[in-house]
C-alpha cells in the first residue's frame, strides 16, 4: 500500500542553523501539507502546497519556514534560522484529489530536536 | 487555539465493550469531520470521516456521530480490541479550506 515517507526520522540541530525536512507524498496525489506537533500539543497545520504554490498557511508558516517541491516526487520543509521554540515532530501530509473532502494521509514524522 | 477539544485525555476500556471518544467544537464553520488513530512513533492513521450533512456514518467496528447543534462529535468502537490501543484525535476543516485542525487527543487502552 503507498504511504508518505519521511527522512530524516529524528534531527538535532543546533539554534540558529538551517535544517530541511524531507517528504515524498503518495505518487498521484496533488494536495501536500506540513504539520507539526509539540511536545504535549496539539497537532498544529503549517502549510498546504498545491499546483506548485502554497495554498493556505498558518500564523506559525512565518518568513523563517519555506516549501519547495523541487522534483516530481519531493516536498520539503526549510527553517532557515532554528530556534528552540521549532523543536516538534513534523508531520507531512498528501491528498489524492481536489474538489473533494478526502482524508489526509499523514507520513511517520521528523522529531527535530533544536539544542 | 481552543476550537476544538477532546475533554479525556485517556480512556480504559474491556476487551470487547464499547469504546467512546469524544469531540467538542466551537466554530460552526467547520463541516467536515475524521478521525484519526496514532501509535507511537507513526503519523495519524486516518479511521473515519463525517461531512455535515450527515449525523452518522458507520465502517465496521467504528461508527462516527455528529451533533451539530451541540457541537459534537463521537466515535464509537464496539467491540474493542486490544490492538485499538492507541492515541485518538478528531480532525475538522472548514468550508472552503482543506487544512486540518486537531483536538488535543484521547489515550484509549484497551484491557484483554
Known amino acids: 500500500e503507498p504511504e508518505v515517507t519521511q527522512t530524516p526520522s529524528h534531527q538535532v540541530t543546533q539554534m540558529g542553523q538551517e535544517v530541511i525536512l524531507r517528504c515524498v507524498p503518495i505518487s498521484n496525489h496533488l494536495y501536500f501539507y506540513w504539520y507539526r506537533q509539540i511536545l504535549g500539543q496539539k497537532v498544529e497545520f503549517l502549510v498546504s502546497?498545491?499546483?506548485?504554490?502554497?495554498?493556505?498557511k498558518s500564523e506559525i508558516f512565518d518568513d523563517q519556514f519555506s516549501v519547495e517541491r523541487p522534483d516530481g516526487s519531493n516536498f520539503t520543509l526549510k527553517i532557515r534560522s532554528t530556534k528552540l521554540e521549532d523543536s516538534a515532530m513534523y508531520f507531512c501530509?498528501?491528498?489524492?484529489?481536489?474538489?473533494?473532502?478526502?482524508?489526509?494521509?499523514f507520513g511517520p514524522g521528523t522529531r527535530l530536536t533544536v539544542l | 487555539d481552543q476550537q476544538v477539544k477532546q475533554n479525556s485525555p485517556s480512556l480504559s476500556v474491556q476487551e470487547g465493550r464499547i469504546s467512546i471518544l469524544n469531540c467538542d467544537y466551537t466554530n460552526s464553520m467547520f463541516d467536515y469531520f475524521l478521525w484519526y488513530k496514532k501509535y507511537p512513533a507513526e503519523g495519524p492513521t486516518f479511521l473515519i470521516s463525517?461531512?455535515?450533512?450527515?449525523d452518522k456514518n458507520e465502517d465496521g467496528r467504528f461508527t462516527v456521530f455528529l451533533n451539530k447543534s451541540a457541537k459534537h462529535l463521537s466515535l464509537h468502537i464496539v467491540p474493542s480490541q486490544p490492538g485499538d490501543s492507541a492515541v485518538y484525535f478528531c480532525a475538522l476543516s472548514k468550508t472552503g479550506a482543506n487544512n486540518l485542525f486537531f483536538g488535543t487527543g484521547t489515550r484509549l487502552t484497551v484491557i484483554p
Open positions: 502546497f498545491y499546483n506548485n504554490e502554497i495554498s493556505e
Open positions: 501530509a498528501s491528498r489524492p484529489r481536489t474538489g473533494e473532502r478526502d482524508e489526509q494521509f
Open positions: 463525517i461531512s455535515s450533512i450527515k
